[in-house]
């Protein structure tokens, strides 16, 4: 009954995808699933189609493209594992069980949006740009900025997410997350650190309605790399930043206290790597 | 041998409740109650019954029987009668040609409902507006014993709290009821006691017990959490109505909404101890929430306050408990059965009593561990084995594991080697075995014998423990059987009672034993008959009939064609309400020893290892045993560190396993085991069960290591990761007091009137004079 062919497309291409979202504007734009499918099993969400992107192949894969890394949108999280990016890698790495990454897409994990998400820290650290095609072509956005609120994004109507752009210049980068299991768990906050020349770049997940960086806090992090600020100076920017949520997982002050604790020990870690530090 | 069911289930092949399936069958479904507790003003059923493909809704007016059931008290109605006491409670039900169909109808009901105030803090709810008529107090006990103000040189008190505990059996609830040709139903469901429920369910209908036939189906586990009736009446209730066959199966969400969760519980205690960190006194208060019906809670809370004393002996004390209504879920029967609760309060105080006298803790443990001849604080003296000392003696041996190994987090990566510290943590406690409280704890079975081949006919329910290797085992043993069939168990045959308290080996077990040996009996008077031998000169060996130790034939060929069969009984000798002797069958012990690393900053903790000695009266079957015990033990870790239903103004706000976590393989912890083998009198081979403790001390066991790690008090389970970062939680008050000795020394004086109200004898003094 799901899968009732008037409103159930299945495309091959992005152009038969877009043509396929322009007849039905309010279907789902289903990947791999993860999400999508929970939800209509929970009865969380109804839908009054579906455009599957699981047999446009175009989607699937990654390729370079001069000093970036372009990542399909439909790209299962599991073909990430080995990223060379480190938070990339260990983002993935840390998603789900090996079933949840091997369907689980990219793109999926963006536009789904929530807060909490395991990829987005990872690609706000690393400072992703997103590919956008809609029937009238292609733009090209920061991830910064792109969600707006929890489920929300700046998609445009008729546009697909076709593709997540990271850059590839050299850096350290690792992703860490914590939760109340040691496997299989919801972050209950995440972080994401990048460093590159000298200067470090934070992300955190679940800190917030969207995910979240700060330049306030990438300077004091940016000192803490190179002995100008201590760790209790981050703790307190980290701090002063972040709005995490209050709920039955964990209170806003455990999120706070634990997200200076993550940013510390990443930047740590990245003076590990630049031969900085202990 | 190999467990019968085993490889089926590993090739997932074993056919579960939820695989039920019949022509023509129709499809119940369920609504509930949105509200913790309000009026039903009005339910009007027109619209979908007037749905196509809907044959039958039902409400609290079409019940044909009496319209309330349970297991103690029968406060509870089949379909909500004009008030609802708890979010998730059954208000109507609902049979379609299919589930789509049945939840289309349910939805198309009309219920006007009050909102009425909910009641759910368990500490206000005994004085509190009744919600029931049956009162909002399940049962209220005290009892004193010598004298409870004598005091040693130090004595520590805290209040302990723990959290509540889902059953988390991997198969949600499923069953299918089927008219038969005289007017009753046959159900087949997965069940922990069949003939519980066919009595709840005769009730309901109205019909006699004998036209209510339950066969068990395919069990995904239990865990206590199906001792009660949930969809089963329903059921049965709608193949009535409609004349079809009716299949139920519950999501998760409901499964979470509809059975028994373990207590949640407040518990106050307070230990003196002498010097030498001898246990004086202790006095102890308990408020559990039994929730909106009462289920078990009777029961459970007279195992949470008798045990309060742990595997110790006390000579003087106070113990005081209410379980009591509110409208939260429902708690009921879950393995440990208020056990856990008092264990992790009293060894918590243990622990705390060491650290005050400076002592060890298995130190303090060993001096006032009970032996063989005590008398417990409720009266009962312990005139079985009772190797206390045995047991921890036996944990003392396990060499600790070495540093290293998984870090917290686990696939977070957030911790590092140098941000963990290690802590190990020590339990021992002591579990009652079997029925309680005058309930009889019996069993029967039928054993048949023909050319080798053996088959078993008990109503004991597998749910996943093993029962049926231990009754092929036992038939392969005692009657030289090459194959043995259990047969799925029904109502046909007498009661075994519920697959819970430890219980079924002992009674179930023995019941077979005993089929089997006059089986055998038969078996070789025939073959003496038959040979011209004397009887007393013959047995069965290695699959023989020999005579004086020679093989004269196999079992197999000893007397071909004919069947040989049995029906035994089996009951333990007869227990006492409290207070007035034997109020246990038995008990059994258990020493473990946790240790943990936890990231003290962000209050992560892995579970390096534990060990464990346990009092199991014999090894029946090595790898269930060791099953037992490791599936405890994960279960208890459980409870001490993330399990928790979360209950906000009476809705569960985590009836899921995305956000309801229980341990998976990364968390469980590397467990040793080993035993201690006194055997059990009266039992065969001297057995005895074993499926509770290691949850029982798991649970105060983790929590120990996890305080010895971070310096933190920890009064609270499960621990969450916040209590650890940021310190959360209030550390035992220590008074050095003056020493009293008792006034009066023995005797158990029992009250049944409330001495005060629920909280703490704060006012008393810890000093005590």
């Avoid at chain 1, 701090?239 to 940013?263: C, F, K, N, Q």
């Avoid at chain 2, 534990?610 to 870790?637: F, K, R, Y």
């Amino acid at each position: 009954m799901l899968l009732a062919a008037p409103r159930f497309a299945l495309p091959e291409t992005v152009g038969e995808a877009l043509s396929a979202l322009a007849e039905r504007p309010d279907a789902v734009v289903v990947a791999g699933g993860t999400e999508v499918m929970p939800d209509l099993l929970w009865r969380v969400r109804t839908a009054a189609g579906f455009v599957s992107l699981r047999r446009v192949g175009a989607l699937r894969g990654t390729s370079r493209d001069g000093d970036e890394l372009v990542v399909g949108a439909g790209t299962p999280v599991a073909a990430l594992v080995d990223a060379e990016a480190g938070a990339l890698a260990a983002a993935a790495r840390s998603l789900g069980t090996p079933l949840v990454r091997t369907e689980a897409t990219i793109g999926g994990n963006v536009v789904s949006a929530l807060p909490y998400r395991n990829m987005l820290p990872a690609l706000l650290a690393l400072d992703a740009r997103l590919e956008l095609t809609s029937d009238t072509g292609r733009r090209t956005v920061a991830f910064d900025g792109f969600t707006t609120a929890p489920g929300v994004t700046r998609l445009g109507e008729g546009e697909l997410l076709t593709a997540v752009r990271l850059p590839t210049r050299p850096c350290f980068s690792d992703y860490v997350k914590i939760g109340r299991r040691n496997a299989q768990y919801v972050a209950t906050v995440s972080a994401a650190v990048v460093s590159r020349n000298g200067a470090v770049r934070l992300a955190f997940g679940n800190a917030g309605p969207v995910p979240l960086r700060s330049d306030a806090v990438d300077v004091v992090a940016t000192a803490l790399l190179d002995g100008r600020a201590g760790p209790d100076d981050l703790r307190a920017a980290v701090a002063d930043a972040v709005d995490p949520p209050e709920d039955t997982v964990a209170s806003a002050a455990y999120r706070r206290h634990a997200l200076g604790v993550l940013a510390t020990r990443l930047v740590v870690r990245a003076q590990v790597d630049a031969g900085l530090g202990s | 041998m190999r467990r019968p069911d085993g490889q089926a289930k590993v090739r997932g092949e074993f056919s579960y409740a939820g695989d039920l399936h019949a022509e023509g069958m129709l499809h119940g479904v369920t609504l509930r109650s949105p509200h913790p507790h309000a009026r039903l003003l009005r339910i009007d059923t027109a619209a979908a019954r007037a749905l196509p493909g809907v044959h039958a809704v039902l409400t609290a007016a079409d019940v044909p029987g009496d319209l309330h059931f349970g297991l103690t008290l029968r406060d509870e109605p089949v379909l909500a009668d004009g008030v609802v006491r708890y979010a998730g409670e059954p208000v109507a039900v609902v049979a379609a040609i299919d589930p789509r169909t049945a939840r289309r109808a349910a939805r198309a009901i009309v219920v006007e409902y009050e909102p009425l105030p909910a009641q759910t803090d368990p500490t206000l709810a005994a004085d509190a507006e009744p919600l029931h008529a049956e009162g909002n107090v399940y049962r209220h006990l005290a009892y004193e014993c010598g004298d409870p103000r004598a005091r040693g040189v130090v004595t520590v008190e805290n209040t302990y709290r723990i959290g509540m505990q889902d059953p988390a059996f991997l198969a949600p609830e499923a069953g299918m009821a089927t008219p038969t040709a005289d007017g009753g139903v046959r159900l087949e469901v997965a069940t922990q006691w069949l003939h519980s429920d066919q009595r709840q369910i005769a009730w309901a209908t109205g019909l006699p017990p004998e036209k209510v036939q339950v066969v068990l189906a395919g069990v995904g586990g239990a865990f206590g959490g199906r001792e009660d009736v949930t969809l089963h009446t329903h059921a049965c209730l709608l193949a009535l109505a409609t004349g079809r066959p009716v299949k139920m199966e519950y999501t998760r969400e409901e499964s979470f909404l509809a059975h028994r969760q373990r207590h949640p519980g407040t518990i106050w205690l307070r230990h003196s101890a002498d010097a030498s960190g001898r246990v004086v006194s202790v006095e102890g208060r308990v408020v559990l929430d039994g929730g909106a019906y009462a289920s078990t809670s009777p029961v459970v809370i007279a195992n949470t306050v008798t045990l309060l004393q742990g595997p110790y002996r006390v000579d003087n004390g106070r113990f005081e408990g209410w379980s009591v209504r509110t409208n939260n879920p429902s708690c009921g029967a879950m393995r440990g059965f208020g056990v856990p609760q008092a264990a992790f309060a009293h060894e918590s105080q243990m622990d705390a009593l060491a650290a005050a006298l400076d002592l060890d803790p298995l130190e303090i443990r060993l001096r006032n561990a009970l032996r063989r001849g005590d008398t417990a604080t409720f009266g009962q003296r312990f005139t079985q084995p009772t190797p206390v000392r045995e047991v921890i003696e036996g944990l003392r041996a396990v060499p600790l594991p070495p540093a290293g190994g998984k870090l917290p987090g686990g696939v977070g990566r957030a911790s590092s080697p140098g941000s963990v510290r290690r802590g190990v943590g020590y339990a021992v406690t002591m579990k009652n075995l079997a029925f309680s409280e005058g309930h009889v704890d019996e069993s029967t079975a039928t054993v048949s014998l023909r050319d080798g081949h053996a088959t078993v006919h008990c109503a004991c329910a597998e749910v996943g423990q093993g029962f049926v290797t231990v009754a092929e085992q036992v038939a392969r043993t005692v009657l030289g059987a090459d194959t043995v069939t259990v047969t799925q168990p029904d109502t046909l045959i007498a009661s075994a009672g519920s697959t819970s308290a430890s219980r079924q080996t002992m009674a179930s077990g023995t019941a077979v034993h005993r089929a089997c040996v006059a089986v055998r009996d038969r078996l070789l008077a025939r073959v003496a008959r038959e040979r011209g031998l004397d009887a007393g000169l013959l047995s069965i060996q290695d699959g023989a009939v020999t005579c004086d130790g020679t093989p004269l034939v196999d079992v197999a060929a000893a007397t071909p064609g004919h069947t040989v069969r049995a029906t035994e009984h089996f009951a333990h000798p007869p227990t006492t309400a409290l207070g007035q002797g034997d109020v246990y069958v038995g008990f059994a012990f258990s020493a473990q020893r946790a240790v943990v690393d936890v990231d003290v900053e962000l209050g992560l903790v892995s579970v390096v290892q534990i060990a464990s000695c346990q009092d199991v009266g014999t090894v029946v079957n090595p790898t269930q045993l060791l099953g037992q015990i490791e599936g405890g033990i994960v279960q208890g870790m459980g409870l001490a560190v993330m399990e928790e239903v979360v209950v906000v103004d009476g809705h569960i706000t985590n009836p899921e396993f995305q956000d309801y976590l229980i341990p998976t393989i990364v968390d469980a912890p590397e467990v040793v085991s080993v035993y201690v083998t006194d055997p059990q009198p009266g039992m065969p081979h001297g057995w005895k069960g074993v499926g509770e403790p290691p949850l029982c001390t798991a649970v105060p066991a983790v929590a120990a290591a996890v305080r010895d790690a971070t310096g933190l008090p920890l009064p609270s389970v499960p621990i969450r990761p916040e209590h650890i970062a940021l310190g959360i939680g209030t550390p035992p008050t220590v008074t050095r007091t003056t020493p009293r000795p008792p006034a009066t020394t023995g005797g158990t004086a029992l009250s049944e009137e409330p001495a005060d109200r629920p909280g703490t004898w704060e006012s008393e003094g810890a000093a005590g004079h």
